[in-house]
């Protein structure tokens, strides 16, 4: 099963620049928490849910998208609902980038 994000969010997102028509949300299994690096959660509500789906080699993969706060789902409010959220998860993005690029070798590290 393959669902595109709800049509607020898109139009949300565009006025921001992003297009995520292409997106398609997934079941999450096994075959997916064996192949992911990590794994971001959005709430409580979903890290629980893909916990369930986990043994311990995948279990160190999941957290939390904002470490331990939930990004609120704007699932049937008003359109600042999508907008609050979208703001979450651009804070979160550069979070993660900047933990990802901390962990990754300088350039003058990788041709030495």
């Known amino acids: 099963m393959s669902l595109p994000f709800h ?3 898109i139009a949300t997102a565009a006025t921001y620049g992003y297009d ?7 079941m999450v ?9 990590v794994v971001l959660a959005m709430d409580h509500t979903n890290l629980a849910a893909l916990q369930r789906h986990c043994d311990r080699r995948t279990r160190p993969k999941l957290s939390l998208y ?14 600042s609902a999508f907008q609050h959220c979208l703001a979450l998860i651009e ?21 030495s």
Do not use: C, I, K
């Open 29 to 37: 299994n096994a075959a997916l928490l064996e192949w992911a690096d």
């Open 7 to 9: 049509p607020a969010m």
């Open 91 to 111: 804070f979160g993005a550069e979070r993660h980038l900047q933990a990802r690029d901390e962990l990754r070798p300088s350039a003058t590290e990788s041709t």
């Open 66 to 79: 904002l470490g331990n706060q939930d990004v609120p789902d704007p699932f049937g409010r008003p359109a």
């Open 20 to 26: 995520l028509t292409p997106h398609r949300a997934h």
